[in-house]
């Protein structure tokens, strides 16, 4: 079991081995081979198994929280998410391919890898793989 802040979902669907530190890259590699169809995940409004290595993590809070409170509060309200909340990766991978490129977009905004195109490329083929 992991947890996971709500916008750590769409992040981890668009993971391709790119973070902020080699510590954090390397943690989150390792969730992302170890998440299984049936791996259950909490949700959390706090520092979760991917914040744990990273540089902005201060405590149970990250150094931009304000940001990432905005981007918490989008996904969790476009995946229907609530704290403490648990989900499959498998229903999280359903709700997310429910989502649009423009509500990735929308709900994305403040995110400083989203002109990176990963998140929205994995969108697009986890859609592609539910068909």
């Known amino acids: 079991m992991f947890t996971f802040r709500p ?12 973070g902020y530190s080699k510590g954090f ?14 791996t259950l995940i909490t949700v959390t409004s706090k ?6 290595p990273c540089p902005h993590r201060c405590s149970d809070v990250c150094a931009t929280q304000q940001k990432i409170e905005k981007l918490d509060q989008a996904h969790a ?5 609530k704290e403490g909340g648990r989900v499959t990766w498998r229903e999280a ?4 391919a ?4 423009q509500d990735h977009k929308n709900i994305c905004q403040e995110c400083q890898w989203l002109n990176l195109g990963l998140c929205s490329d994995s969108l697009e083929k986890l859609k592609n793989s539910l068909l």
């Open 47 to 52: 520092t979760d198994d991917i914040c744990s």
């Open 98 to 101: 429910q989502l649009t490129l």
């Open 7 to 18: 916008h750590h979902f769409f992040c981890t669907l668009g993971f391709q081995g790119k």
């Open 93 to 96: 991978q359903k709700r997310l």
């Open 77 to 81: 309200k476009a995946l229907d998410l």
């Open 25 to 38: 890259v390397d943690n989150f590699s390792q969730i992302k081979n170890d998440l299984t169809e049936e």
